[in-house]
């Protein structure tokens, strides 16, 4: 068990441009969840699979975020015509089921949009 | 609704002890404590669920109260390593699916 991974650490990308995040849960973790967090913030909710299911979204996050997991394992978030106001740490999280799971967390992606 | 925690920071001497709260206006399910270091990803702490029970491990424990929907973290004879920014994270009585809903953290700084 080599814990979550996300993938790439730190994107740099000019506003207009698309991003895709990759993230790798902890194997048997049937539960993924995205969360976004700015300078001096708590993590935010974005939205979380069951295995290749998306059961939730936040009503906070815009079209241009769409994400995936095919196949109940890996997943990816993908960011369509950058902002600037989308600069942020990205973080994934996984975890065994509901609300009585601990939830752990990757090392997370930092996106900077110039 | 974002849980609300109290104090936003705090600075101890190595020894000293701290109890940061995190209250919210939603009936919860449960509570998540973790701790975050500048740059890192947040660090799993402890869970409590809803009954009202008291953990700790370490010098570390946390209790909820769920008719207050309130949860409280001591640290005891604080070290340096724990310096960092905690967070609890609240799982609503009505939507156990498991989303945390996360305060806006507490600074702890432990000095020499």
């Known amino acids: 068990d080599t814990g979550v991974s996300q993938d790439p650490r730190h994107k740099i990308t000019k506003r207009g441009q698309n991003v895709t995040f990759r993230c790798d849960p902890i194997?048997?973790?049937?539960?993924l969840y995205w969360y976004r967090q700015t300078l001096g913030q708590g993590p935010e909710f974005l939205t979380y699979f069951q295995n290749e299911a998306q059961l939730e979204k936040s009503r906070l996050l815009s079209d241009r975020f769409s994400a995936e997991r095919p196949k109940g394992s890996f997943s990816t978030l993908e960011i369509q015509r950058t902002e600037q106001g989308d600069s942020a740490m990205y973080l994934c999280?996984?975890?065994?089921?509901?609300?009585?799971?601990?939830?752990?967390f990757g090392p997370g992606t930092r996106l900077t949009v110039t | 609704q974002q849980p609300v925690q109290s104090p936003q920071a705090v600075i101890l001497r190595e020894g000293e002890d701290a109890v940061i709260n995190c209250s919210s206006s939603k009936a919860l399910y449960s509570v998540h404590w973790y701790r975050q270091k500048h740059g890192e990803a947040p660090v799993f702490l402890m869970i409590l669920l809803k009954g009202g029970e008291q953990k700790g491990h370490d010098k570390i424990s946390a209790s909820f109260n769920e008719k207050k929907q309130q949860s409280s973290l001591y640290l005891t004879a604080s070290q340096l390593s724990y310096s960092g920014t905690y967070f609890c994270g609240t799982v609503s009585f009505y939507n156990q699916g498991g989303k945390l809903i996360f305060g806006q953290g507490t600074e702890l700084s432990v000095k020499p």
């Open positions: 194997s048997e973790h049937n539960r």
């Open positions: 999280a996984s975890s065994l089921g509901q609300g009585e799971y601990e939830q752990y």
